[in-house]
């Protein structure tokens, strides 16, 4: 069921990562009650550059303004080191098979990656060092 309707990409992801939020913070209430606290931020990878701006930036205002709730829910937990949204590039997006048509040149490396054919370390997905992981994936 679709409860909101996003006008913009942008707003779809940030719908998302204000979902994925309360399911972090859901999943380190659970962690905590079963005697293993969370002391590091939980990293959610986003692909969407201006989800993560306007996550992190208290200055961004203008078109985001009707999802204002959603962005000081992020931006409380980002600042309070619960969750960090972390870039992880649409080529090291690895479930994009599931949600869309690839061409086949871009569908086989994210195959061969579900599959354990090949392996890339979760340090590439890191903003600095997503470059060297896109080579890594696409040779």
Same mark, same amino acid.
């Given at each position: 069921? !679709?409860?909101?309707?996003?006008?913009?990409?942008?707003? *779809?992801?940030? /719908?998302?990562?204000?979902? *994925?939020?309360?399911?972090?913070?859901?999943?380190?209430?659970?962690?905590?009650?079963?005697?293993?606290? !969370?002391?590091?931020?939980?990293?959610?990878?986003?692909?969407?550059?201006? #989800?993560?701006?306007?996550?992190?930036?208290? !200055?961004?205002?203008?078109?985001?303004?009707?999802?204002?709730?959603?962005?000081?829910? /992020?931006?409380?937990?980002?600042?309070?080191?619960?969750?960090? *949204?972390?870039? #992880?590039?649409?080529?090291? !997006?690895?479930?994009?098979?599931f949600t869309k048509n690839l061409p086949i040149a871009t569908?086989?490396?994210?195959?061969?990656?579900?599959?354990? /054919?090949?392996?890339?370390?979760?340090?590439?997905?890191?903003?600095?060092?997503?470059?060297?992981?896109?080579? *890594?994936?696409?040779?």
């Amino acid at each position: 069921r !679709q409860e909101v309707v996003a006008l913009s990409s942008t707003e *779809a992801e940030f /719908i998302s990562l204000s979902r *994925a939020g309360q399911h972090a913070v859901s999943l380190r209430a659970l962690l905590f009650e079963l005697g293993a606290p !969370q002391h590091d931020p939980t990293i959610i990878y986003e692909d969407n550059l201006s #989800c993560i701006t306007a996550s992190t930036n208290v !200055q961004m205002r203008g078109r985001m303004k009707h999802v204002n709730v959603r962005i000081f829910y /992020i931006r409380d937990l980002i600042v309070r080191d619960v969750i960090q *949204a972390v870039h #992880c590039p649409t080529t090291l !997006q690895h479930a994009d098979p599931f949600t869309k048509n690839l061409p086949i040149a871009t569908f086989f490396p994210h195959r061969d990656v579900m599959h354990g /054919i090949r392996f890339v370390p979760s340090s590439s997905l890191v903003s600095d060092t997503a470059k060297a992981g896109e080579e *890594a994936v696409l040779h």
